[in-house]
């Protein structure tokens, strides 16, 4: 990795640790198919005025029930904008007739992309409020978005006004999404392949900070006894808050999946985050800003 990589990493463990997630969303929140104007957190505002009031009520009401649902649907947002853009596509069912090859069953959401349901409510109460306004891949971003803000993350304004996909054009891309089992150069490529660098793996990683996954997928691969399939907290520590402890983790070793704890396999980089822990002269509005820049690209 370079030297990018160790900026971001301590600048993650520092005072800019909670904002991982909004990055991740400020990351994924420009999709390629807008309405022609560009992207704003505004644009439901006279059309139906009680979005996001309604989002949240149903992501609200489904972690009643199900305290993983905020990481879900983060990783859904992740997995529809790493293919073609933030345009719903993960969503769209089979159906060969119209060219779609659904992007559900790839590896990487098969059996484990979840929380389907909540979006489909999440559907549903907007057609009831204001029939074919609001779009599915919106609705993702704005998941996510209140997702972070739920599991005790910073809030965050996603820029709105994309369009849905209607057919898969790009199965491929789904089948290339990151595999927990990627060395470090080709996670590096994957995320390159989108204008994303070292820094943006860094801290989209981060949203490992909660969720759950497969106990097959991680470092010790279920030789604790466990079947697979058997859930293992991605957080050891609070499993379900937005926080800093996955870094923590991380440096000492035991991140869950390969792929996190990969990115400290190069031993260049293993001392400097440690080093820089005290204190970065990084701020957060820094940090913010250059991000904004920087992921803008994505997608536009
Ligand atoms: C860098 C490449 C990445 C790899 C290889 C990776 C891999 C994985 C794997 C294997 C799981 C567990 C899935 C399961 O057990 O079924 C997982 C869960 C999760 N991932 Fe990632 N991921 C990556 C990046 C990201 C990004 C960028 C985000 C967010 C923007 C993200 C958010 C999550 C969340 C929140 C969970 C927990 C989901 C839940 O509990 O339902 N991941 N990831």
Redesign the pocket.
Known sequence: MAASSRFSLAAARCSLRLLT?AL??L??SHGAHSHGAALSSSFYDGSCPGTRDIVRRVIQDARVADA????????L???DC?VNGCDGSLLLNDDLRVGITTEKNVL?NN?????FNVVDDIKRALENACPGIVSCADILALA?EISVELAGGPSWSVPLGRRDATTTTNIESANN??????PLKT?QE??RNLGLDDTD?VA??G???????????TQRNCTAGQRAGA?LN?DGVTPDVLDNKYYGSLLQGRA??P??QVMLSDPSQRQPPRRSSAGSPVTRMTFLETSRRRWSRWGT
């Open positions: 997630a991740v969303l990351a994924l993983r649902i905020p990481a879900s649907l983060i990783r947002h992740f997995h790493f990487a059996r484990s992309a979840r929380g996510a999404l990151p595999s927990p089992f990627d996670l994957k995320f793996l989209l990683q949203a490992h900070t909660f969720g759950r996954t497969q106990c097959q997928f859930l991605l869950q999946l792929s996190d």
